[in-house]
């Protein structure tokens, strides 16, 4: 059973580069969402999607798009990568969204330099 | 936009001590959870509490959802050190299905 699979696991970036972060799960979960964890700051939402087809801006969604064609899959592109978008990047899915249990995956370690 | 603060950021403690994690907000939520993260890997959720009042107790872990369901506390008794990690709150934003991330606590538990 693999839940949340996300790739790469670690990346370097130079500024100005743009790049697709993947996220796929395998649990027919409606509900997907992409997270950055910083230092001293938690979890800061950027894109959720609530079905194929679906998907809507978080907190912190300035610099990223979404798109959301199937059930599996949610990827997250950096238009142009910014040092300011170094950071920890978590996929998370869960079966309806609210009161359910969020499912992550083991993250992305992005730096941009 | 909700925020959740948590309280102590960091707290390193002897094994066999009690401790209690805060996590506070002005705004109502629908849902808290409370996640346990390792390092190298993404959280895990531990609990849900969604009726203000509600208390639940996962062995050593009890944990309470405020009455005005606007803040939530985690207690450990008698910490061990597998319980070292990152604890965080995630309140539910009521008619959205957004989840709203505390700050996190970072616990670190010394044989």
């Known amino acids: 059973n693999a839940g949340v699979t996300q790739t790469p696991k670690f990346q370097v970036l130079k500024t100005g580069q743009s790049m697709t972060l993947q996220c796929a799960q395998d649990?027919?979960?409606?509900?997907m969402s992409w997270y950055r964890q910083d230092p001293g700051m938690g979890l800061r939402l950027i894109h959720y999607s609530v079905g194929a087809g679906i998907t809507d801006q978080g907190e912190v969604p300035n610099g990223y798009n979404v798109s959301r064609s199937t059930t599996e899959d949610f990827p997250l592109r950096l238009l142009s990568a910014a040092p300011s978008q170094t950071s920890v990047y978590f996929c998370a899915s869960s079966y309806s969204g609210n009161n359910s249990p969020l499912h992550f995956g083991n993250g992305t370690r992005l730096t941009v330099t | 936009t909700q925020l959740l603060e948590q309280s102590p950021q960091f707290l390193s403690i002897q094994e066999g001590e009690n401790l209690t994690v805060y996590c506070n907000s002005s705004s109502v939520f629908s849902s808290l959870q409370w996640y346990r993260q390792e390092p190298g890997e993404g959280p895990v959720l531990l609990v849900t509490v969604v009726t203000g009042g509600e208390v639940k107790k996962l062995k050593r872990l009890t944990f309470q959802f405020g009455d005005a369901r606007k803040d939530s506390s985690l207690h450990i008794t008698a910490a061990q050190t597998g319980d070292t990690g990152l604890y965080l709150c995630?309140?539910?934003?009521?008619?959205?299905?957004?989840?709203?991330f505390g700050t996190g606590t970072r616990l670190k538990v010394l044989a």
């Open positions: 649990m027919n979960h409606e509900y």
């Open positions: 995630a309140g539910g934003e009521p008619g959205t299905y957004k989840y709203i």
